[in-house]
C-alpha cells in the first residue's frame, strides 16, 4: 500500500504545518512513574538528537511530564531549533509532590502552563497545543477552551489541538474555533474509550471518521500497558511475517490506518527508538490490513 509520507496540520489555516508521518512523544524520558530526572540522561539526550537528525520534525511534551524534565531535556539538546522543527504541548494537568495527577484546566492555570512551557522550551510561541480533557473535575470543558482561543488571539499558541476528548467534546470544541489536531489514546487493542480507576482515556476510534471528514491530524498515544496486554494473535501474525516485533507492527498499523494519523510512538532506550523508526518502511498490504481489522 502506498501511504503518504508527510502531514499537514491547520491545512487550511494562513500557517499551515507540514511534518513527517513519524514523530516522537518524550512522555518515557521521565524518571519512574513519569516523574523526576531519566534514568540515563545522556542516553535521552542523544534519543532526541537522533530524532531530529533522522528527520523527525514532530515531538510531542508536556511541562508535567517530569516536571518539566522533558522540557528542559528537549532545549538542551536541540535548541536553537530548525525551522522545521514542531515541538507541541499539552495543558490541562499538573502534578503533586506524591506524583499524582491533578487537573489544571482554569483559565489562570493554563496561562500559567502556556508560559511555563514558552519558558523551559524557550520559546516565544507555541506552535501547537493539546488542552487535555478531564471529565468532570475542574473547570466546564467550554470554558477551558475559551482560554485557549484567547491565548491564541494573544499570539501565544500558534495553533489548538484537543487530547482526551470525547465525540461531543471535539464537535463542541470545532464549534468554537478551528481545531487543528486531536491527540487521543489509539492502538491496534486500544482503540476506544477505556477506564482505569477515576482517570478515562478516550479513544481514537471515536473520532477518527470527524478527523478524516475536516482533515485534521489524530495524534495517537498509545500504552504498551494497556494495549500490549490485549492484544490479539493477528498482531504477532503480521510481526512474525515481515520479521518485526509487536510494537513495530503496531506502529506499522497506525500509519496504514489512515492517512490523517501521526503516531508518536515513545521509548527511553535508542535501541528501542531505532526499532521504531524502522516501522515507517514496513509496507503492509491490503490484505494485511483486512486481517488485522
Known amino acids: 500500500m502506498n501511504i503518504p509520507q508527510t502531514i499537514t496540520i491547520a491545512?487550511?489555516?494562513?500557517t499551515p504545518l507540514t511534518v513527517n508521518r513519524l514523530g516522537y512523544g518524550t512522555m518515557r524520558l521521565t524518571g519512574e512513574g513519569i516523574y523526576g530526572e531519566p534514568p540515563n540522561r545522556?542516553?535521552?539526550?542523544?534519543?532526541?538528537?537522533?530524532?531530529?537528525?533522522?528527520?523527525?520534525?514532530?515531538?510531542?511534551?508536556a511541562d508535567y511530564y517530569g516536571e518539566d524534565v522533558t522540557n528542559r531535556l528537549i532545549a538542551e539538546a536541540l535548541y536553537p531549533y530548525r525551522d522545521d522543527l514542531v515541538i507541541c504541548t499539552k495543558v490541562g494537568g499538573a502534578r503533586k509532590p506524591d506524583k499524582s495527577w491533578i487537573p489544571f484546566n482554569r483559565p489562570e492555570n493554563l496561562r500559567s502552563s502556556i508560559d511555563n512551557n514558552l519558558r523551559t522550551l524557550k520559546l516565544e510561541q507555541m506552535a501547537l497545543v493539546h488542552f487535555k480533557a478531564i471529565a468532570g473535575v475542574g473547570a466546564p470543558f467550554k470554558?477551558?477552551?475559551?482560554?485557549?482561543?484567547?491565548?491564541?488571539?494573544?499570539?501565544?499558541?500558534?495553533?489548538?489541538?484537543?487530547?482526551?476528548?470525547t465525540r461531543e467534546e471535539l464537535e463542541t470544541a470545532m464549534s468554537m474555533g478551528e481545531i487543528a489536531t486531536v491527540e487521543n489514546m489509539y492502538g491496534h487493542a486500544q482503540r476506544t474509550t477505556h477506564v482505569q480507576g477515576h482517570m478515562e482515556s478516550n479513544g481514537g476510534e471515536e473520532v477518527l471518521d470527524i478527523c478524516e471528514q475536516h482533515g485534521i491530524p489524530l495524534v495517537p498515544y498509545f500504552s504498551l500497558v494497556l494495549s500490549m496486554p490485549k492484544k490479539d494473535e493477528?498482531?504477532?501474525?503480521?510481526?512474525?511475517k515481515y520479521g518485526i516485533n509487536e510494537v513495530q507492527a503496531n506502529i506499522a498499523w497506525l500509519l496504514h490506518r489512515s492517512p490523517w494519523i501521526l503516531p508518536i510512538p515513545g521509548t527511553s532506550q535508542l535501541k528501542h527508538f531505532e526499532e521504531n523508526l524502522k516501522a515507517a518502511d514496513i509496507d503492509l498490504t491490503e490484505e494485511d490490513m483486512a486481517y488485522l481489522g
Do not use: W, Y
Not at 234 to 240: E, L, N
Open 234 to 240: 493477528r498482531i504477532a501474525t503480521i510481526a512474525k
Open 42 to 61: 545522556p542516553e535521552a539526550l542523544q534519543i532526541l538528537k537522533r530524532a531530529v537528525g533522522s528527520g523527525i520534525n514532530f515531538i510531542d511534551t
Open 11 to 14: 491545512a487550511k489555516s494562513a
Open 143 to 165: 470554558e477551558s477552551m475559551d482560554a485557549m482561543f484567547e491565548l491564541q488571539k494573544e499570539g501565544k499558541i500558534l495553533h489548538v489541538g484537543v487530547s482526551n476528548v
